[in-house]
């Protein structure tokens, strides 16, 4: 994914497993998946790491939609890296959501377009001018 500066980073994400399945497809749609992932910037800018939930809805059988919502802990600057270059993103830990289009390329390959966003949503006191990574994204399935 590559943030707003043009910096580049290397994001990397566990999606697992739904938890448990629903009988008919409508309502599996509303189970989520939980994710756990760290994104590590390259030029010493904001890293972060992340967890939270997914849900996918199929579009037909090769394209997907993906959102997921969670939180994240970053290095940014914030109160306590008061000097930092890095992007004011906020107070430590951030809301991170997220939106994807993909396509199934095969059984086992997927590729995605992606928006990140992560935010305090003015639950601090901090400057917070969030962080919104814009990608693609390349899905293995085990």
């Known amino acids: ?13 566990i999606l ?21 992932g760290g994104s590590l910037n ?5 890293s972060f790491a992340y967890a939270g939930l997914s849900w996918t809805v199929d579009v037909t059988p090769n394209i997907f939609v993906e959102g997921s919502f969670g939180g994240a802990i970053h290095n ?22 997220s939106g994807s289009v ?3 390329l095969s059984a086992n390959w997927s590729l995605m377009a992606t928006i990140e966003h992560l935010s305090d949503g003015g639950t601090c006191s901090d400057e917070n001018r969030g962080l919104t990574n814009i990608g693609a994204r390349v899905g293995y399935t085990f």
């Open 1 to 13: 994914m590559e943030g707003r500066d043009g910096s580049a980073n290397l994001t990397g994400e």
């Open 16 to 36: 697992f497993a739904k938890p448990f399945t629903a009988s008919d497809l409508f309502t599996s749609y509303f189970i989520p998946r939980p994710h756990i």
């Open 76 to 97: 940014g600057k914030d109160s306590s890296h008061p000097f930092s270059d890095r992007q004011a993103v906020g107070c430590s830990p951030l809301f991170r959501e």
């Open 42 to 46: 390259f030029d010493d800018r904001t």
């Open 102 to 104: 993909g396509v199934r």
